[in-house]
């Protein structure tokens, strides 16, 4: 497995800086990770579609590039850099199972809009990761693709429903994940696992199609800051043919990264949880209070404004009718094998009138407007725990599952109740490995919010966090000496 030319931690945007200057080959990086897979996959099952051949192939041909090319500026981005797909966006010549014992498994005809913007900016797919069915809850233990596992503690959840991205790129078997976040998704991986998971404003990151009312958004999980701007680069452009879609930035994003955030900014923090009845773990409060003495120690004014967060029930109840639907459009093969849980979802849905699904879309809307109003009145950035909870033994999830198939989305509550609102509102955040439980062991991310459309300050933000609190040397023992 050893690759002694590669460390297999590095960067995606410096294992492309290699590449470019010919101090590494596409087909050496690919072997590493390959390597790495075949060594560490088993014990955590982080992939559940390996292409190994079209890996290779796709790696000798760009290798074929850097030695045919005049210039490295004429070379993509990211030529040669190994980055997999979560299983629930299509690749063609690829079967996507949505995580799902029940799906077709045919070959996809054609690959969806984000992969094929990886494809352009030069990655090589290193195959798909696993996800939970239909990414309905944040966690993969699953009948289809078996029990994802945490590298930082094999008996914890690595979170989701992005499990297998997280797993992959902390257990440094991929540089950087492509991840999905319709609730949480990329930001509940990020913590569980110590990555960098950012979810962009509603409509920046356009897809083939719109998904689950504008909640889902298209990503990555990363092991820096500058690694998330620059896939932000990549996977935020113009589409004309999207319902909705911003025009293109004049400043790339990884420019703004380097030119450092504004002093003075008014920081607001919720350390209570969103949704009643839901305790707060010690130790994720904890990482936003040493997070919020970092920002005033960079210049920085916390503020006590407070979000106008809405009524529990009246915020579920408008979500949990747009979520019951997330799988609509998958196509089955047998729908008997659908999970419990997701069973009872469609079941919910279907209950539903389309006039009643048309007032809660209103509903989220107006629910959407109160809190992004009033944030912009208090504070520009927020600061948040990305989860109520340190991540979650396995199997903790199925308490009281066999009486009620929902409970398995209940009990996961803790991991998802504070990045779930700005899904609503479609504001861009970010976890951050910020804090270590010094108990266990295990990483705990926070969570920075932004104003819509202002992902350059919080990324800018989030670089001088990096450098005042880093995390780079952080790595599970498990993948170190695996």
């Known amino acids: 497995m050893p690759h002694p030319s590669i460390d297999p931690f590095t960067p995606a945007v410096e294992l492309a800086e290699a590449i470019r200057r010919k101090e590494v080959s596409p087909v050496e ?10 060594a560490l996959d088993p014990a955590l099952n982080a992939f559940c579609h390996r292409a190994d051949d079209d890996v290779r192939k796709a790696a000798a041909a760009a290798a074929d590039s850097v030695a045919r090319a005049d210039s490295a500026e004429d070379l993509p981005p990211f030529l040669g850099v190994p980055l997999p797909i979560k299983d629930l966006l299509d690749v063609a010549g690829w079967p996507t199972s949505y995580g799902s014992a029940g799906a077709h498994r045919r070959p996809a005809t054609a690959s969806d809009l984000v992969v ?37 503690a094999p008996d914890r959840s690595p979170g989701g429903s992005s499990s297998g991205a997280g797993v992959a790129v902390a257990a440094g078997m991929a540089p950087l994940a492509h991840a999905e976040d319709g609730g949480g998704s990329i930001r509940i991986p990020a913590s569980c696992t110590g990555l960098v998971g950012l979810k962009a404003t509603r409509g920046l990151v356009p897809r083939t199609t719109v998904v689950g009312e504008g909640l889902a958004v298209s990503g990555v999980v990363t092991r820096t800051v500058t690694d998330s701007a620059a896939l932000l680069d990549v996977l935020a452009c113009h589409d004309p043919g999207a319902w909705w879609s911003p025009p293109d930035r004049r400043t790339p994003y990884t420019a703004t990264v380097r030119q450092g955030p504004p002093t003075g900014l008014r920081i607001g923090a919720l350390t209570d949880s969103p949704v009643e009845g839901v305790p707060v773990d010690p130790a994720c409060a904890a990482a936003v209070h040493a997070t919020l003495r970092a920002l005033e120690s960079l210049g920085h004014h916390v503020v006590d404004a407070r979000l106008p967060l809405p009524p529990t029930e009246e915020l579920l109840g408008a979500f949990t009718t747009l979520w019951n639907c997330g799988a609509a459009g998958v196509p089955l093969a047998d729908p008997d094998r659908i999970e419990p849980h997701n069973r009872a ?72 109740v504070f990045t779930s609102v700005f899904n609503v509102t479609g504001q861009p955040a970010i976890s951050l490995p910020l804090h270590h439980d010094d108990a266990t062991g295990l990483p705990v991310g926070v969570q920075l919010v932004g104003a819509p459309w202002r992902e350059d300050l919080l990324l800018q933000v989030s670089g001088t966090l990096e450098a005042a609190l880093p995390w780079a040397g952080r790595r599970p023992a498990l993948a170190v000496t695996g």
């Open 345 to 416: 979802l469609r079941e919910a849905a279907r209950s539903i009138d389309s006039w009643t699904y048309a007032e809660a879309v209103l509903t989220t809307q107006q629910l959407s407007r109160r809190i992004v109003e009033g944030f912009l009145a208090g504070f520009d950035l927020l600061v948040t725990p990305t989860m109520a909870c340190l991540p979650p033994r396995i199997g903790a999830w199925r308490a009281g599952t066999d009486d009620d198939p929902l409970r398995a989305l209940h009990n996961s509550y803790p991991m998802g």
């Open 116 to 152: 094929r913007r990886f494809v352009d900016a030069g990655f090589v797919l290193l195959g798909k990761t696993t996800t939970s069915e239909f990414g309905a809850v944040p966690f993969t233990e699953s009948e289809a693709l078996g029990v994802t596992r945490n590298p930082w």
């Open 29 to 38: 990086v690919a072997d590493c990770y390959l390597d790495r897979i075949d």
